[in-house]
C-alpha cells in the first residue's frame, strides 16, 4: 500500500518536471561554480581551510553532544563573541545550521496566543517556524510592510513578532527593513530579519543590510544568519541581546535537543570571519561581479549577490540547467514549491573570486542556454 502510494507520487512529481535527485560534485572538477553560495569564495581559502584543520587538532571531530551537556568547546564561545561584535550586537548562538536557528528562534519567541507576520518571501525555515509555534499566522505579499503595519495595529494578542528575510533568496531583492522596523516599534511588536543571503554581501564590511540601515543593536530587532554562505563554513546563528541568547538557551528546542555544531566547521567560520574583517572590500568585489554578469545575459541589475533568470516551464528549466553542466558551468535551478508555478528559473550565484575572462565565458553559456529554453517552450 505505501510503495504503491510513493510511486504514484512519484510518477506524477517526475511528470510535472519536478523530480529531483542529488548531483555529487568530483573532487578536482573543473566546472566554475555558480550553483553554490559560496560568495566570498572562502570555503576553499587557506586560511579557512588552517582553521578548521586547527580546530579538529585541538578539539577532534565532533563535538559529541548538546550544547547543554558537554556540546560546547571554547572555539563555539569565542567565535560567538566576535561575531556580535562584528553584527553590532550584544550576543549571539550558534546553532546546527541556518534552518535550525530560525526554526528555534521563531518558536521560542512566539507560541499559543501570540500573533506572527509574515510575508510570501519568506524562507521555508521561516515559515517551519511560523507553524510549529502554534502561534497565530497573517501572510502578506513580500515588502509589503503597510500590511505588516496594519496587521500589527489590528492585532487582538498582546505579544507579536514579525519575521522576514532581508535578502530574498530566490531573486536576491532586497526587503524594506527601516519601514518594517518602524512597524513594529510602533506596534510594540519584534521584528526578526534573517541576513542569510546578506552578511558578507551588503552593508559596511559585508555586515549585513540591518547595518546598512542603521539598525544594528536595534531594540526589539532579532538577526538571524549562516556559516554556509559566505563563510564557507556551517552552521546557524542568532545575534541580539544578552538576554535573547539567555532566552534561546533555555526555551529554544533546535539548540537544547541537537548536538553542537563539530569544531573544524566553527573553527572555519572564525577563520573566514577574520579573512572578512581583513579585507572589507571583499563584499563590493562580488557586487561588481554580480551586476557585471547580469548585465552581460540582459538580467536586471542585482541587489546582491543573486541574479534569476526566469525561463517559466520546469522541464525547460533543467534542460537550460543541464546545457550550462554540460559546458562547464554550474547554476541553479528553482522550480515548485521554491517558486510559484509558472516562474521556474536559472538561479547565479555570484562570487567575488572570479575574474572578468571567466564571467564573460559564463555569459556565453548561459545566453545560449536560455534561447535553446525559450525555443524549446515555445
Known sequence: MTAAWLSDVADRTAAAGLHRAPIARRSGATEVNLASNDYLGLSTHPDVIAGAHAAIDEWGTGSTSSRLVVGTVQAHIDFEDDVARFLGTDAALMFSSGYLANVGAVTALAGRGDLIVSDTGAHASLIDGCRLSRARVVVVDRGDHEAVRRALAERNEERALVVTDSVYSIDGRLAPLRELYAATRATGATLLVDEAHAIGV???????????????????????????????????LVAGSTLLRAHLIDHARTFIFDTGVNPAAVGAAHAALRVLVADPGLPDRLLANARRVAAAIGADEPDSAVVSLIVGDPVAAVAAAQECRDRGVLVGCFRPPSVPDGTSRLRLTMRADIDDATIDTVAAVVRDALAGARIGAA
Open 202 to 236: 551588503r552593508g559596511p564590511g559585508g555586515r549585513g543590510l540591518v547595518a546598512e540601515c542603521g539598525l544594528s543593536g536595534a531594540p526589539d530587532l532579532v538577526v538571524t544568519g549562516v556559516c554556509s554562505k559566505s563563510l564557507g563554513a556551517q552552521g546557524g
